[in-house]
């Protein structure tokens, strides 16, 4: 059964994540758009802390965690965020549904092997401005698209505490932003269209070690180097003029391509617990310049700085093995996280903070599970004129878990 659903979910997802507007932002104009958490509900609700090499549980973050699956285990989640938009002077609301990963893992003795889609950033924003005056200019801009990975990951372990892996990811995309003018009584106006179609190839290595501090407690650390890579985007741009009467001309065509470049990143992770009971844990990344502009969304009133982040989270399971309660078997995760984006506006940093909130529900009867996450953050500021967005974000994943490759035995 979970292989039908395995081939069915990953048409499914490959399809949507063309079709999905995965963000409501007006920052993810800049750079490749706005780029997503690349986890699972699990680590999401935990603010991204992934310490523990998890025996049913799929880790996106280090690919070194695939060297602790026991059973095949397929993953995936989707979010709703709510939003909302305002300035000095105004406030929007927007609301998106998204799929936010589809991943598969398997065991294979000290080896495990991890295969997936991400959508890795997305862009989606349309900003209005009409004017009553006779000569006034009306203008939309509106954008959409983003990048997606599709990702193969291999961990080993070398010891009992310590386990290594590495991924590759193809990165594969499309962004349009299109801006429209006309003027008030002129019976036509123009329309700008750039479509930028970006692929590239970028690899991650990791590291993750466990080792016992007492006789019920562990510590653990996490290790993940993103090595520097680059994107080829591919970008068309036209201008037309339409007329109230007689329709759109193309007047103006053109293509180019640019390489855009992306400095490695490193994170870090450590943390106390113990083992299927608590855990709290911190991570800390950092990145050069995480972003570039493309031909077509520079600005001189934009740059791009270092990225950080710094996160604290955890877990707690009452009881994970109790037969009278159910609720002493739920997982219980919160965690808070501070983030820099890396984008400048308006000499402004765009940060991005957050408070996060789940569950884990063990599906009765199988190793199977259902996991739930509440993010409440802000992104931005109204300083320098700029808009802040405070988001809901509500996550549901499941985690299926099963044992292939096992051979019946008959009596």
Do not use: C
């Not at 292989?3 to 800049?30: E, M, N, R």
């Not at 780029?35 to 802390?49: P, Q, S």
Request: proline content about 3%; charged content about 15%.
């Amino acid at each position: 059964m979970i292989k039908k659903i395995l081939i069915s979910s990953f048409l499914l997802l490959s399809l949507a994540t063309f079709a999905q507007q995965g963000s409501a932002s007006p920052y993810s104009f800049y750079g490749i758009g706005e780029v997503r958490f690349k986890g699972t509900v699990e680590n999401r609700a935990m603010a991204g802390i992934g310490l523990e090499k998890d025996s049913i549980h799929i880790n996106l973050e280090n690919p070194a965690s695939f060297a602790g699956l026991k059973l095949t285990t397929f993953t995936v989640g989707g979010t709703n965020s709510s939003n909302t938009l305002k300035n000095s002077t105004t406030s929007e609301s927007a609301n998106r549904t998204t799929i936010d990963y589809l991943a598969v893992g398997l065991p294979l003795g000290k080896f495990g092997l991890g295969f997936g889609l991400i959508p890795y950033s997305s862009v989606g924003y349309r900003i209005s401005s009409a004017s009553s005056e006779l000569a006034g200019v009306n203008t939309e801009y509106s954008g959409s698209g983003g990048l997606n990975k599709a990702f193969v990951g291999l961990g080993y372990t070398v010891t009992k505490g310590l386990s290594i892996g590495a991924d590759v990811n193809y990165n594969f995309g499309r962004i349009e932003a299109r801006s429209v003018a006309a003027i008030n009584d002129v019976p036509y106006g123009t329309t700008e269209l750039n479509r930028a179609d970006l692929s590239g190839v970028n690899f991650n290595i990791g590291a993750m070690y466990e080792h016992k501090i007492g006789k019920k407690l562990n510590a653990y650390g996490s290790l993940y180097y993103s090595l520097e890579n680059s994107l080829t985007s591919t970008n068309i741009r036209s201008v037309s003029t339409f007329f109230a009467t007689s329709g759109i001309d193309t007047f103006d065509l053109q293509e180019s391509s640019k390489k855009l470049s992306y400095p490695s990143k490193i994170t870090m992770s450590a943390g106390v617990g113990e083992a299927r009971r608590w855990l709290v844990g911190a991570k800390l990344a950092y990145q050069k310049n995480p972003g570039e502009a493309n031909e077509y969304n520079s600005a001189p009133n934009v740059g791009y700085g270092r990225y950080a982040n710094a996160s604290i989270g955890g877990y707690f399971i009452p009881n994970y093995n109790s037969f009278t309660s159910y609720f002493k078997r739920i997982v219980y995760r919160g965690g808070i996280r501070f983030e820099k984006t890396g984008l400048v506006v308006n000499a402004e940093s765009i940060d991005d903070k957050a408070i996060t909130l789940g569950m884990g529900l063990p599906l009765p009867g199988t190793y199977s599970n259902l996991n739930l996450g509440l993010e409440l953050g802000q992104r931005g500021s109204t300083k320098g004129g700029l808009v802040q967005q405070d988001y809901i974000n509500i996550s549901v994943g499941f985690s299926f878990n099963d044992k292939w490759f096992q051979k019946r035995k008959f009596d």
